[in-house]
């Protein structure tokens, strides 16, 4: 170690550090990311002499030396409240709908690309692991760093915000972690915005019970938000207390990612089919949700899906199978009145992750003949198999073996397993 030709070096820079973990820890990586030659650069900057009672030097310096295509990405964080617990897929999408993530070479996937621009911001310390392993935070220094970085475009409304505060003229990205019904409300809040791109909602949990008249509220007051803002990108209402969507969603043509997980949401309007340019839609844990609209074929974009933990959601339509770049479906449904046949994912040949196809009871009598059906699905990981069967009925293996053999999946695929259930209610006596 002595030995180390810029040893000394590095023990001034340490020594700038004062004690304080953080510092310490951006500037070592930081320091492992460059040529020895820069590391006098870094000693000599300018920037430890800039005053600021709120950013270290330490992390503005740390953030200078970030390429501009990750400047651009970590300052979109600016829209995350202290404390507040995200998942990677979560920022990831969220900066694919925003543009900010190169066109990637080759066959290499926008999604890949992004979660290399987390890792490498994670590497930076500019992320941490939460207690929750799933997910990760950002220190408060960081976070007050990615709001000074992002300067005036972005605007975050949190508890305890003043109704008079009205926001700059020119914000372009929008996030709130208090109640919608109250803050849409205060409709003058936004009187001097004209082009707002991102609508987020960062609420820590979801809502309270759902209240008919504030969910009614809310869908009034979004249409006024939808009539205002036609240039929005990002719409996220997670955990907001609305049940239906207003029909003028349909107008908002440039948006590409609408996120209404843990709503009272029954089902969507016919008028999403026209959100030609959407990539994400996301309706986890949205309990009373029964159906999705037809026009959901036409969204030929989309690349993701999310139906999880939708336990009413029990048929889906046929034009599901238009959706030739999906890249995450979670469960694909086959019901006995519906349509919709199994050979539709073959078109889904995208898919990636984990896939439960769910109904399979149904499916036994319609296979036509046909080649291996997940075959060219390469991305696919995990596999689950649903049949229910009522208490009186025989299972019919010799189906289940027919429809594993049509399904054939790559030879990727890391697991599989199949789930017979029988139906308490269809049992008699």
Not at 178 to 192: A, I, N, S, W
Not at 216 to 237: C, M, P
Not at 366 to 376: N, V
Request: negative net charge.
């Amino acid at each position: 170690m002595d030995q180390h030709p810029n040893l000394e070096v590095a023990k001034e820079i340490a020594y700038k550090c004062k004690g304080l973990p953080l510092a310490a820890k951006v500037l070592g990586q930081l320091l492992q990311s460059e040529p020895f030659d820069q590391w006098e650069t870094v000693l000599n900057s300018e920037m430890w002499t800039l005053a600021d009672d709120y950013i270290l030097p330490h992390l503005r310096l740390t953030y200078s030396y970030l390429p501009f295509h990750l400047k651009r990405c970590f300052a979109y964080c600016a829209l995350f409240p202290m404390d507040y617990e995200f998942e990677v897929n979560e920022l990831v999408f969220l900066w694919m709908a925003e543009g900010l993530i190169q066109q990637p070479e080759g066959n290499r996937q926008m999604e890949d690309l992004g979660v290399d621009y987390f890792h490498e911001l994670r590497s930076r310390s500019f992320f941490q692991q939460s207690s929750n392993e799933s997910k990760f935070v950002m220190h408060d220094l960081i976070c007050d760093l990615a709001r000074a970085s992002g300067g005036d475009m972005y605007c975050i409304l949190e508890d305890g915000w003043n109704h008079h505060q009205v926001i700059s003229e020119g914000t372009h990205h929008f996030s709130f972690a208090c109640r919608v019904e109250v803050m849409l409300k205060q409709f003058e809040t936004f009187k001097e915005v004209n082009f707002l791109r991102t609508f987020l909602a960062v609420l820590p949990t979801a809502a309270p019970e759902d209240d008919e008249a504030v969910c009614n509220s809310t869908t009034r007051e979004l249409d006024k938000l939808l009539a205002k803002f036609k240039r929005l990108r990002i719409l996220s209402l997670r955990g907001c207390q609305i049940s239906e969507l207003p029909h003028s969603i349909g107008n908002s043509m440039y948006l590409r990612y609408l996120n209404l997980s843990l709503t009272a949401i029954k089902g969507l309007p016919d008028s999403v089919g026209t959100l030609f340019h959407l990539q994400t839609l996301l309706l986890h844990g949205c309990k009373r949700l029964t159906e999705l609209p037809r026009s959901i074929g036409n969204l030929t974009n989309l690349r993701h899906l999310d139906i999880t933990d939708t336990d009413q959601l029990q048929k889906m339509p046929p034009q599901i199978g238009n959706l030739i770049d999906l890249r995450s479906l979670p469960k694909f449904i086959v019901s006995k009145d519906s349509s919709l046949r199994i050979t539709a994912l073959r078109n889904l040949s995208q898919l990636r992750g984990k896939l439960s196809i769910l109904g399979l009871h149904y499916a036994g009598h319609i296979w036509p003949s046909c080649d291996a059906i997940l075959r060219d699905t390469e991305g696919l990981e995990e596999l689950l198999m649903e049949w229910v069967s009522a208490f009186s009925d025989s299972r019919n293996e010799r189906d289940e073996v027919h429809v594993l053999d049509l399904l054939e999946p790559h030879t990727n695929l890391k697991s599989s397993w199949s789930h017979f259930m029988v139906d308490q209610n269809s049992q008699v006596g």
